[in-house]
């Protein structure tokens, strides 16, 4: 599983990081986790908010911090 | 409104600390707690309202109507309204600003949007309104919209598109509008604990500054005397209001701490306009921001925005001075 964290180093951005890690931890899921930060990067993927949660190139959710218990529901389907 | 608020800190005050109403510093701890208190209450409540219109609102629905509707200038007016609402996490702005340049917007149209999103937000409203009511919160929001559709409309006349980074200039040569829309099927009760702890974040994350910014305002009202100001800045000197903004630029962070400090200089003899001037120069054009816009603009686009702004915020501020 690949996973993506869009957004340009806004506190909401780095809480969506930080969420996907403990969610990862909870669930002992593996994955490869991807900060972007870079905005030339980010508009690839064609985002107008941010932050953005991608779970294999599918953008799952964004313009808002995805809880833990989210990302846990995403990770698990 | 907030009567009961006043009831409150006059009860704390005056009955259980003991102090006296004529002494000036049972004044200014009054002023304290009922500002503080006032102010963290609107903040609280206009940040969880903008939290929810933010949640629904449709950012894609809203970059499509405004590249593919002729308005005959009406689109000015929205892509303002639309800064107006967006989040106060100036992060957004710039991802925002790629995406609408993207979808074929004018360069203009997405300035006006670029202006206001920072410039009339739902934490400096929440603050205005506390601090001096609701003609001057009104009179703020107004500006701002005012000077982002002025400040876009010029500089969208100024055929500023080479002045880009060369990468935003390839967006714009592939500019397309897309049509595929998904939006979120979350009911307002999903929605609601996320959109309360965010409220509570920004409401926690400049807590510091508004306490620091009451207490110095209420140090001020309870040991200045009225007019203290009105010899060094009035209306007269013509050189105030710039100087009011350029002073204001270097200052962002602080922007929420400013706010209650200068309605004590207004209250002492600062002109309304030239304050209001210096808050919008606080508010609305910030260091951090011309960062994170060095990576689309270039650094000559970033002094004609920057100079724009400013020319427009200084203007604002002697009409109001003039007017009031």
């Known amino acids: 599983m690949n996973i993506k964290v869009l957004g340009p180093g806004c506190p909401k951005c780095k809480t969506t990081y930080n969420n996907v890690l403990e969610a990862l931890k909870q669930t002992g899921a593996e994955a490869q986790v991807e900060k972007i930060e870079d905005i030339e990067e980010m508009m690839k993927y064609n985002v107008l908010t941010t932050p953005v949660l991608m779970i294999d190139e599918v953008v799952r959710i964004k313009g808002r911090v995805a809880d833990i218990k989210e990302i846990k529901e995403l990770l698990t389907q | ?324």
């Open chain 2, 1 to 324: 409104m907030f009567d009961w608020l006043q009831s409150f800190a006059d009860w704390l005050i005056y009955t259980v600390a003991g102090l006296s109403a004529q002494t000036h510093l049972g004044q200014a701890l009054n002023f304290f707690v009922f500002d503080t208190l006032k102010i963290f209450l609107l903040l609280f409540f206009i940040t969880t309202v903008m939290g929810v219109v933010n949640s629904y609102f449709p950012v894609e629905k809203v970059r499509n109507f405004l590249s593919r509707k002729k308005m005959y200038g009406l689109e000015y007016l929205f892509a303002s309204g639309f800064g107006v609402i967006t989040p106060f996490c100036s992060c957004s702005s710039v991802p925002l600003f790629i995406g609408f340049v993207k979808g074929g917007i004018p360069l203009g149209i997405t300035f006006t949007y670029l202006i206001t999103a920072p410039l009339v937000n739902e934490v400096a409203i929440a603050i205005f309104l506390g601090a001096f009511g609701p003609k001057v919160a009104a009179i703020y929001v107004a500006t701002g919209i005012i000077l982002g559709i002025l400040g876009g409309f010029t500089l969208g006349k100024l055929k500023l598109e080479k002045y880009l980074t060369p990468w935003v200039q390839g967006v714009i040569r592939n500019a397309a509008t897309e049509d595929k829309l998904e939006s979120e099927k979350r009911s307002l009760r999903q929605r609601m604990p996320g959109i309360l702890k965010e409220a509570l974040d920004i409401v926690k994350g400049i807590a510091i500054y508004i306490v620091i910014g009451i207490a110095v305002g209420g140090a001020m009202h309870g040991f200045l005397p009225t007019g203290f100001f009105e010899t060094y800045i009035n209306k007269d000197q013509w050189y105030a209001v710039p100087l009011a903004v350029i002073m204001g630029v270097p200052m962002y962070s602080n922007a929420a701490g400013v706010i209650p400090v200068v309605q004590v200089l207004v209250a002492k003899g600062v002109p309304l306009g030239t304050a209001i001037a210096f808050m919008m120069g606080v508010i609305g054009l910030s260091l951090p921001e011309a960062m994170l816009l060095k990576k689309v603009m270039t650094w000559t686009l970033i002094a004609i925005y920057f100079g724009t702004i400013a020319f427009f915020m200084i203007l604002s501020g002697y009409l109001f001075n003039f007017l009031l």
